[in-house]
């Protein structure tokens, strides 16, 4: 027989890691639930051309889309990130303005397997359409930062920059393709040729010939037009009254093409540079109607689930809870006292597992310890026929036998 295994790019995620994931998700949940964003569950899957329209000219359309033929002969693709849906979405379904939509989804690219790189990953982003207002971009922003600080990561760095508009962005895009014209040669292999195509991604390139070559390059930030730079004020001016430290970054262009004016992105300092974003985002401008919509603007982010939790193994911060529930019911005649009590335990909202198959008591207890409870209801035949539980502090090994009908009164008392 086959033995099978996680296809190749994706990981299965058990206890205790799990929990700390269902505790990222409910805390990044909560502060954006906090600020009035609703959650958005959008399909896994889209047409492939609400993705390619998204951005033809990137590296995650142009070769690692996840997509296939469907048993109808429709074209998909699985979602690579979170705003093409969630705009998709708002397109079909025009709701109010400002729509504010947190999600938590999995995302697909199909490139070659390796450390840190997942064919299928996870994030947590925002998308707001409806509103140019900078101090949007500031709630944004700082949703992001405040949710890695959730966490206690100390060594997070927000990286800030603006892309412009339309109105600026073709006058420095000549000036820096003549910039990068007289210096083709010094580039990498791979934008040799196609500096001219994008001449932005140039500046996002790690490669040192490209990072050499660009060192004096023209900088967007130096060329924006009156309103982009009114705009980018406001925004540094609005994270720095809210004490969120950030840099500017020149050279930030991030991976999507669609990003106008603000753009930002957080990296951990306790990763290695090749793979120290968490994640990151901006605003951008004919994502709308590109898929079909009203002019309509936009900003939003994806924080990347497993490189978070990479950054707090790091940092040592946000480990896996070391018990999974806080009591364990011991029975020793014969497991119905224990579905009883386990029953009442919960109903009264504590949380309690117990032991199955007729275990000895022995074996009850060890579980009780590896499931790290604090405490143990003890039931057996003379506290059935006393009408009691033993309730037993696990650490102190101190016990006391209690009237089996204050059990979650006292159980609720000892745990606190
Ligand atoms: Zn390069
Ligand atoms: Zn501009």
Redesign the pocket.
Known sequence: MAEFRAPPGTHDVLPPESSRWERLVALFARRAGRAGYALVVSPVFEELAVFSRVGEETDVVRKEMYDFLDKGGRRLALRPEGTASVVRAFVQHRPLVPFKAWYAAPSFRYERPQAGRYRQHHQLGVEVLGTEDPELDVEVVTLAWATCRDIGLGGVILLLNSLGDDACRPAYLQTLTAYLAERGDE?????RERAAVNPL??LD???E??TNATADAPRLLDHLCEPCRDHFGRVTAGLAALDVPFALAPRLVRGLDYYTRTTFELQSTALDAAQNALGGGGRYGRLVEALGGPATPGIGFGLGVERILLAADHEGVFAAPASTVAVWVVDTTGGAEATALAHLLREAGISCDRSFDGRSMRAQMKSADRAGARLAVIVGPSEVAAGTVTLKDLATGEQEEIGREDVAKLVEERLR
Do not use: S
């Not at 580039?187 to 934008?191: G, I, K, T, Y």
């Open positions: 580039l990498c292999d791979a934008h991604r140039v390139c790690k490669r010939p490209c």
